[in-house]
């Protein structure tokens, strides 16, 4: 049954989701609506068998995410009680769906097809993989108009990018492009605008052709194991390993480089 969505797109081709915020009025901004949205869509494509990849961007090619709508939060947030926006924080939808409250273990993929601020580069680094068009724009603008951060640029950041730069960006809210945005780690690869689409659908696909459970387990180690000890890392990693024994595919894989063959699915996971 097809979701019933205002502000979100969301198109299904073979294993891979396409993601769209269709909010390009706004600069593809998270409000209410949008939140709502993407918080059935995450769900439907974790719960999905059939998608293996997702691929996350904003409509039309200003903005992937100009983060929170601060017309939205004013009005909204100063009518509500203390303890409503205590729930909010822990209950859900949050911000952009993804950012806390839900885990998903299959690959997400940002397309980052404009500005990417604030409560945007919240939702792009809960994402797997970042892949920004050469124009693209960063920046944890909201410092300016004291709203602070609820959904990873404290927590999050300082992961990719390392905690000087990370602090450097959360106190001086500077603006940086697609090019330092490599540079410092925050995206893996920087595209052209009119190629970004078809780059993300390619590395999509590859990701698609490789066994899934081995690739979900390790996602869900390294995100579980940060702020373990090294002792318990390891420990998590060997436990989410081994509860992939008793699939057919856990063998199937390495029967197939063995035998010189192509690594054929057994099942779907």
């Known amino acids: 049954m097809a979701l019933k969505l205002r502000k979100v797109k969301y198109d299904k081709k073979g294993h891979i989701a396409y993601v769209t915020i269709d909010n390009a009025e706004h600069e593809n901004c998270l409000e209410e609506v949008v939140d709502q949205d993407l918080w059935k869509v995450w769900h439907d494509f974790r719960d999905d068998q059939n998608l293996y990849v997702a691929i996350l961007t904003g409509a039309g090619r200003k903005s992937f995410c100009a983060g929170s709508?601060?017309?939205?939060?004013?009005?909204?947030?100063?009518?509500?009680?203390?303890?409503?926006?205590?729930?909010?924080?822990?209950?859900?939808?949050?911000?952009?769906?993804?950012?806390?409250?839900?885990?998903?273990?299959?690959?997400?993929?940002?397309?980052?097809?404009?500005?990417?601020?604030?409560?945007?580069?919240?939702?792009?680094?809960?994402?797997?993989?970042?892949?920004?068009?050469?124009?693209?724009?960063?920046?944890?603008?909201?410092?300016?108009?004291?709203?602070?951060?609820?959904?990873?640029?404290?927590q999050r950041l300082p992961h990719i990018v390392g905690l000087g730069v990370a602090l450097d960006l959360l106190i001086t809210g500077r603006w940086f492009d697609a090019k330092e945005a490599y540079r410092i780690n925050f995206v893996t690869k920087v595209v052209k605008a009119a190629r970004l689409k078809d780059e993300c659908t390619r590395l999509a696909e590859q990701i698609c052709e490789y066994p899934q459970s081995s690739l979900r387990t390790d996602k869900e180690a390294c995100i579980r194991g940060l702020g373990l000890t090294l002792e318990e890392g390891l420990r998590l990693e060997n436990t989410l390993w081994n509860t992939n024994l008793s699939l057919p595919d856990t063998l199937n894989g390495p029967r197939s480089f063995i035998e010189k063959r192509k690594f054929v699915p057994t099942q779907e996971v």
């Open 69 to 154: 709508d601060l017309r939205w939060y004013v009005e909204t947030i100063s009518k509500r009680s203390p303890d409503w926006n205590r729930r909010r924080a822990h209950e859900g939808p949050n911000l952009g769906g993804i950012t806390k409250g839900i885990n998903v273990w299959k690959p997400i993929i940002a397309a980052i097809n404009g500005y990417c601020l604030a409560g945007g580069m919240e939702l792009a680094m809960a994402c797997d993989i970042r892949i920004a068009a050469d124009h693209a724009r960063f920046g944890v603008v909201n410092r300016r108009w004291n709203v602070g951060a609820e959904s990873g640029l404290t």
